[in-house]
């Protein structure tokens, strides 16, 4: 890339991030994870994903409960600024393979999972006040689905996985404090990530159903209430993560076996591969800082344990580096930024 065309770029995220900024607009990332052997309850073969999200323009993220020895409730408050990690107030619930979005510059939600017996319960955090309240009950109790966010009411939880996997979406509105269904996707899919772009556009990226791994993509129209097909990933993938970056961003990260990472432009409708993580990850969550950082966080790092690592991605250079470990260990967690 020219200098010229660097300085055109940076000149454009600045716009699109004053814009976004002015519109109040979210982009979350969904289900963040990829799960190698994370143990199934019910079967202990298959491996499940954990949920994650981050907000256009924020500066803290948030790594939440997942698995580590056993079902963990702890969360990880991270400092984009400093790039550091702090021990931040825990869930009532210890759940892993649950979903989270963010809403506004000041909440986040934790959604379903698992605790012993599949959840439809939720909890809401506020980060002024530093503290957990539980929420209003999903309509399903489940995992493996995946969530995200659009504007600063509404959240969404997308698939997952009862005894068969699920092709339901559940709507979430703030100001009303009700869960509703939603238009059904177009394929069932479990393990599937997700992101949102502007105030209206969700995206149900890979997954799998019956042992078949999809390169799919769903995407999601507020105003029309319809989901459509989506551009097809390069690599099926599932146990992955996703975050986006400004107003037509989006990424998808890792996931069983893969390092590689796949950069989406709305504008175009294209895919294309990106830099790769430096190692093999699954079981992780991502989030979004400001509108050219994403962060990784735990997950299974070329080995079956929990991890503490986090690499953060630069788009500007396009760059993946090193970043300060989590207190605590975790795969099959979540994610979310504000």
Known sequence: MSDKEKKDDINRRDFIKKGLQIAGALSITGLSAGLTGCPDPVSNTQKIPAAGGGSTGATRGFAVAGFSGGNIASMDNYDGSAGSWTTGTGIAVARMFHSSFSLGTDLGFVCGGISGTLLNTTEKYSDSAGSWSMGINSGTAKRQQSSFSLGTDSGFIVGGYITGTLANTEKYSDSAGTWSVGPNLGTARKNPTSFSLGTDTGFAVGGSS??????????????????????????????????????????????????????????????????????????HSSFSIGNE??????????????????????????????????????????????
């Open 210 to 283: 019956g042992g078949t791994l999809f390169k799919s993509t769903e995407k999601y129209s507020d105003s029309g209430g319809t989901w459509s097909v989506g551009t097809n990933l390069g690599t099926a993938r599932e146990f992955h993560s996703s975050f986006s970056l400004g107003a037509d961003l989006g990424f998808a990260i890792g996931g069983t076996n893969l390092s590689s990472v796949e950069k989406y432009n709305d504008i175009t409708s294209t895919w294309t591969v990106v830099t790769s993580l430096p190692d093999i990850r699954s079981s």
């Open 293 to 338: 950082t994403g962060v990784v966080t735990g997950g299974q790092v070329n080995t079956p344990n929990a991890s503490n690592n986090t690499e953060v991605y630069n788009d500007v250079t396009g760059t993946w580096t090193v970043g300060t470990t989590l207190t605590q260990s975790r795969f099959c967690h979540s994610g979310f930024s504000l």
